[in-house]
């Protein structure tokens, strides 16, 4: 079968290109490996999306999977591998080794969390090392963990933890905090966290679970150890881009280069929406604006096949 348009993600900018265009009454099919995508990883409320002064990710991103479902629009719980061209036809390859045609693809399969990389992080994923306060931050209660980057995520993750855990260290790489001042106030007042600046991670060590975290102070060169059950890294996010290699342009930041004014990359028929892209700005509004975008520029597109 023939689709007009497959959509790769289920965060805000895939959901949102597939409600508008199922508008356009597109034949579409949506892949996602699942309805959560970054949001779920938000470990305070979201209180910066119109419409809803407070809301937790979770709950906002069911309201727009919900929204979706109503809509004329194919799922497919599913990891796309692969997406190839041949003429002005596309194929998506996914992991559970299926292919699917369509006359156009928007890509939203947005980022993933950065990880450390240093020695034992791997190895400890899932047996204290994590990605996600808002998964697993009840997991360490009463227990002493660290939140590795003190940006506003790092500092948003350690207010939520302190609702669980007997103390959150927030270590930063850098001399400087980078998070807001409103958010460095709220986790001070808590009186559970502390922070260390200069610290540059060298190991996270363990039996079968993290039992200690090894670091150097870049100040003094000195190497000093936390003794601590739960590591939860907050350095940033990368794209999510393996599959889409060769189609694509990036900048320097593995972002996919498009056009802003239609969301097209430099491939005829393929798009790329919301954080994946190279978009100054990175939030839920926006993501959702660029799905909407895409899917507008798709249906133009596909009228002038
Ligand atoms: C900790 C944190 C806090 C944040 N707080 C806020 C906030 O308060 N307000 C705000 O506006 N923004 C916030 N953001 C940013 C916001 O979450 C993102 O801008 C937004 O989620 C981007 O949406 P997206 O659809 O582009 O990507 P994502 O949300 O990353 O969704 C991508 C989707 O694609 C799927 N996917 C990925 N790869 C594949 C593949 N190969 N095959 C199939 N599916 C795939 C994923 O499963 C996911 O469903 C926060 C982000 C983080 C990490």
């Not at 693809?105 to 090392?129: C, N």
């Not at 940033?236 to 280069?257: C, H, M, R």
């Amino acid at each position: 079968m023939m689709y007009d348009l497959i959509i790769v993600g289920g965060g805000p900018a895939g959901i949102t290109a597939g409600i508008y265009a199922a508008r356009q009454k597109l034949k579409i099919l949506l892949i996602t490996k699942a309805f959560t995508g970054q949001i779920a990883r938000k470990a305070v409320a979201i209180e910066n999306y119109p419409g809803f002064k407070s809301i937790s990710g979770l709950d906002l991103i069911r309201k727009f999977e919900n929204h979706l479902k109503k809509q004329k629009v194919e799922i497919k719980l599913d990891t796309v591998r692969k997406v190839k061209k041949a003429g002005i036809d596309f194929t998506v390859l996914t992991a559970s080794r299926k292919q699917y045609q369509a006359k156009s693809v928007i890509i939203a399969s947005g980022a993933d969390p950065r990880p450390l990389e240093v020695l034992g992080e791997k190895k400890y994923i899932g047996k204290g090392v994590s990605y996600c306060v808002a998964c697993d931050g009840p997991l360490y209660s009463g227990k002493e963990v660290i939140v590795i980057g003190g940006g506003n995520s790092g500092f948003e993750a350690a207010r939520s933890l302190v609702n669980y855990v007997k103390k959150v260290y927030i270590l930063e790489s850098s001399s400087k905090i980078r998070a807001d001042e409103i958010n460095q106030k709220k986790a001070q007042k808590t009186g559970k966290v502390e922070v260390v600046t200069s610290a540059r991670i060298k190991q996270i060590k363990g039996k079968d679970f993290v039992e200690s975290v090894v670091y150097e102070d870049k100040q003094t060169k000195k190497t000093k150890v936390l003794n601590v059950r739960g590591v939860f890294v907050e350095i940033g996010s990368q794209p999510a881009t393996a599959f889409i290699k060769g189609l694509v342009d990036f900048n320097k930041k593995d972002e996919i280069v498009v056009n802003h004014q239609t969301g097209e990359t430099k491939t005829k028929g393929l798009f790329a929406a919301g954080d994946v892209g190279n978009l100054s700005f990175k939030q839920i509004v926006i993501a959702a604006g660029e799905g909407a975008k895409s899917a507008l520029a798709v249906s133009n597109y596909l009228q002038n096949l």
